[in-house]
C-alpha cells in the first residue's frame, strides 16, 4: 500500500541521490577498513533511514511494507553493509518489539531506535541452534522480580554497535521446543552481558557479527517482550516473516547493480573487434538477469501489499526469500562470468559483491528453510 505517491516519490529520490553520491563512492574505502565512516552515519539519521518502518507516533516514517521494499531495492543497490546497519533498527532488532511489545516497551525504545540514537540486534541463533531455532538453549530463570541469563549467542548483526537486543531465551527448562522461549529485551550496560570479538567473514567488511554472552546476566521482568513468557518462538517468526521479506528486496536490488554494472562492462569491453554486449552468449546471460530481477521485483511488491492487507504472508515472504535470494546467486555468477578476468580481481566492484551476496542465501533462514516453511504451510492448507 502506497499512503502518498508524492511524499514517496521525494523520499525515493533521496535515498536514490544518497546511494549514488555519498554511499556507493564510499563502498571500496568501507571494506578495506571495515568500518562505516561518522560522517556517512550521521548522514543516514538525517535522512531518516534508522526509522523507516518504525510507526510515526514514535518518531519513524511509518513506511508500509510497499513502501519499504521500494526502499529496499533502492537502497542495495550499493554495498549491503550500509543497509545492514539500518538494517536491524528497521527489521529484526525493532520488530519484535512492535509486533508485541508494551505500550510502555514501545515508548521507552522505539523513539531512540527510529533516530538512530539507539541499535538494536536480534539474539535468537546460537552455537548449537541454528536452522533449528526452537533448540536454543540460552536460559532464563524467574528470581523475584527479575531474571537470570545464561549462555551464548552467535552470529549476532551489529551486536558490537548494539544497545538493546531482543533476545529468546528459555523460561521453562520443561520444555525443549518453542512453547517454553521467551523474548526479552537487554539493554548493552546490563551486568552480566558482554559481546566477543567481531567474526572474521567472507564478505560484508564494515557490517559486523559477534557472539552475545549471557553470564547471571539480571534482567527485569518487565522487560519480557508483551509482558507474557512462553510468546518468543511465535514473536521472533513473526519478525522473520517480515525480515525475509526485506532481505528479500535487498536481494533484489543488489542484483540490479550487479546487472547494471555487467552490462556497462559489456558495453565497453570490445572483444574480436566489437563490444561483447553485442554477443548473443553475453546477451543471454543479461536477459536471463532481468527477467529474473523483474520476476522477484513483482512478487515482493505482491508479498508485500498482502502484509499491507493483514493477509498471512509466510508461505510469500518464504518464497520471495527462497526465489531473490538464489536469482541474486545467479546474477552474481553471471555478471562475474560477464567480466570475465576482471571479474575475479579487486578493481571492479563485482568481485566484492560476490562474496557480499553470498550471505544472503544463509541469513534469516536458509533456502532449505524457506523450502521447508512453504511445503509445511501447503500441508497445513489442505489439511484446512
Ligand atoms: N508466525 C507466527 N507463529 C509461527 C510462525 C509464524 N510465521 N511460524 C511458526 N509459528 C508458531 C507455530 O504455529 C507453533 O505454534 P503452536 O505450537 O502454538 O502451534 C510454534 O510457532 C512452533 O512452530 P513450529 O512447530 O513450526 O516450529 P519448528 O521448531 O518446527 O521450526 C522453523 C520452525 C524451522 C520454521 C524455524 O525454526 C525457523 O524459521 N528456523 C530458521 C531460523 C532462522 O531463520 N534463523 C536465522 C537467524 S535469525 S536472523
Redesign the pocket.
Known amino acids: 500500500m502506497i499512503r502518498d505517491q508524492e511524499t514517496l516519490n521525494i523520499l525515493l529520490d533521496a535515498v536514490s541521490r544518497f546511494v549514488k553520491d555519498r554511499l556507493i563512492p564510499a563502498e571500496e574505502k568501507v571494506s578495506e577498513t571495515d568500518a562505516i565512516p561518522a560522517d556517512i552515519v550521521s548522514e543516514m539519521r538525517e535522512l531518516g533511514l534508522f526509522g523507516l518502518c518504525t510507526p510515526e507516533e514514535y518518531g519513524g516514517l511509518g513506511l508500509s511494507m510497499e513502501e519499504e521494499v521500494l526502499v529496499a531495492f533502492e537502497i542495495a543497490r550499493t554495498s549491503p553493509v550500509f543497509r545492514s546497519l539500518i538494517g536491524t533498527n528497521n527489521g529484526?532488532g525493532s520488530q519484535g518489539l512492535i509486533v508485541d511489545g508494551t505500550e510502555a516497551q514501545k515508548r521507552k525504545y522505539l523513539p531512540k531506535l527510529a533516530s538512530g540514537e539507539l541499535i538494536a540486534s536480534?539474539a535468537?541463533?546460537e552455537p548449537e541452534a541454528?536452522?533449528?531455532?526452537?533448540s536454543l538453549k540460552t536460559s532464563a530463570r524467574r528470581e523475584g522480580d527479575h531474571y537470570i541469563l545464561n549462555g551464548t549467542k552467535r552470529f549476532i548483526?551489529n551486536a558490537p554497535e548494539a544497545g538493546l537486543f531482543t533476545v529468546m531465551a528459555r523460561t521453562d527448562p520443561q520444555s525443549r521446543?518453542?512453547?517454553g522461549i521467551t523474548a526479552f529485551l537487554v539493554e548493552r550496560d546490563t551486568p552480566g552481558l558482554s559481546i566477543g570479538k567481531s567474526d572474521k567473514k567472507m564478505g560484508q567488511k564494515g557490517a559486523h557479527t559477534a557472539d552475545v554472552i549471557f553470564e547471571n546476566c539480571k534482567v527485569p521482568a518487565e522487560n519480557i517482550i508483551g509482558g507474557k513468557e512462553g510468546q518468543g518462538?511465535?514473536t521472533a517468526?513473526?519478525v522473520?516473516?517480515k525480515?525475509r521479506l526485506h532481505i528479500s528486496a535487498i536481494c533484489t536490488g543488489a542484483a540490479q547493480r550487479m546487472l547494471d554494472d555487467a552490462l556497462r562492462y559489456a558495453v565497453e569491453r570490445k572483444q574480436f573487434g566489437q563490444p561483447i554486449a553485442g554477443f548473443q552468449l553475453i546477451q543471454a546471460m543479461l536477459a536471463d538477469s532481468r527477467a529474473e530481477i523483474y520476476a522477484a521485483r513483482s512478487m515482493i511488491i505482491d508479498a508485500a501489499r498482502r502484509r499491507d492487507n493483514g493477509q498471512s504472508m509466510?508461505t510469500e515472504a518464504s518464497c520471495c526469500k527462497l526465489f531473490a535470494s538464489e536469482m541474486c546467486g545467479r546474477v552474481a555468477d553471471r555478471a562475474v562470468q560477464i567480466h570475465g578476468g576482471a571479474g575475479y580481481v579487486s578493481d571492479y566492484a563485482i568481485e566484492r559483491f560476490y562474496r557480499d551476496v553470498r550471505l544472503f542465501r544463509i541469513?534469516?533462514?536458509t533456502t532449505q528453510?524457506q523450502q521447508?516453511?512453504i511445503a509445511?504451510n501447503m500441508v497445513k492448507e489442505l489439511g484446512q
Do not use: N, P
Not at 130 to 134: F, T
Open positions: 529484526i536480534f535468537l541463533t541454528g536452522s533449528d531455532a526452537a548483526t521446543g518453542a512453547g518462538f511465535k517468526m513473526k522473520l516473516d525480515g509466510s541469513y534469516e533462514g528453510i521447508l516453511v509445511r
